[in-house]
């Protein structure tokens, strides 16, 4: 059952990178076929030659690099306040945090435009990288991880002297390396493969990330009739980063409470 599974996940991908290898008779008279007849790599070369693939592709990794890492910092820090720290309010901070998690990304869209042209970040790499530094879910993960660290680990550091901020960066943040590292691929995932936000907080071509870009050329773009070597190759390139760091980080991500109980 596994196997078969498998082969419905895989194939899909499997014909995908086949096809950006053919040529475009070929892939529209037998688009399903895993061997080439004729194996070419003129989509990868119209995409990185006669196309702004490399310009796309360096946008996102801006994009994605500045998102994670200050993402991954930033729910930490409103993990940690919600599960540690005791202020008024709290419950109810929470309580949005869920509730923000309910509500369809869509909805979002048009206030989003608007606070951003007001407050003059549009078409601009704040106004692509800052509103995304927060996420929801992220922030419930690593509360709900945080309240699954001892207590006593943190009293120690705090009986030495050490302030809130010092607890949680030099005891309970290392502690957390499995949730961590969930918001990591998480983030990068989200923001790599993001685009209803790219296309309401941008407009200009030396702003277009890999997904309005891929999007372009589904439309046809760059020329006429199907392309589908090069719509597929630009696809395969996209997946390649995030399938890479899904790979390194998969047998970490599996338990996120690993390690918790025993610190």
Avoid at 69 to 88: D, H, I, N, Q, T
Avoid at 234 to 262: C, Y
Wanted: aromatic share 12%; with cysteine.
């Amino acid at each position: 059952m596994l196997a078969l599974i498998t082969v419905l996940y895989v194939y899909p991908f499997l014909v995908q990178v086949a096809t950006s290898f053919k040529t475009e008779a070929e892939a529209a008279s037998d688009p399903v076929s895993l061997l080439p007849q004729t194996f070419t790599i003129a989509a990868y070369e119209r995409l990185f030659l006669h196309s702004d693939f490399p310009l796309w592709f360096a946008n996102s990794a801006v994009v994605t690099i500045c998102v994670t890492v200050g993402r991954v910092f930033f729910v930490s820090l409103a993990g940690y306040a919600l599960a540690r720290l005791r202020f008024r309010g709290r419950g109810v901070v929470f309580a949005i945090v869920v509730g923000v998690m309910a509500v369809p990304t869509v909805v979002l869209l048009i206030p989003k435009f608007l606070v951003l042209n007001q407050l003059g970040l549009y078409d601009s790499y704040a106004g692509m990288i800052l509103p995304l530094l927060v996420d929801a879910a992220g922030v419930f993960i690593m509360k709900n991880f945080f309240e699954s660290i001892p207590v006593e680990v943190e009293e120690q550091a705090r009986i030495d002297g050490a302030g809130s901020f010092r607890v949680f960066w030099s005891v309970v943040l290392p502690m957390a390396r499995p949730a961590l590292i969930t918001i990591v691929i998480l983030s990068f995932q989200g923001s790599w493969n993001e685009l209803s936000h790219f296309i309401v907080s941008t407009q200009s071509p030396a702003l277009t990330t890999l997904t309005k870009g891929v999007a372009s050329l589904a439309s046809g773009q760059l020329s006429q009739g199907t392309q589908y070597p090069l719509k597929l190759a630009a696809a395969a390139l996209m997946t390649i980063p995030v399938a890479v760091l899904f790979f390194i980080f998969q047998k970490r991500i599996m338990n996120t409470s690993e390690g918790a109980v025993k610190g």
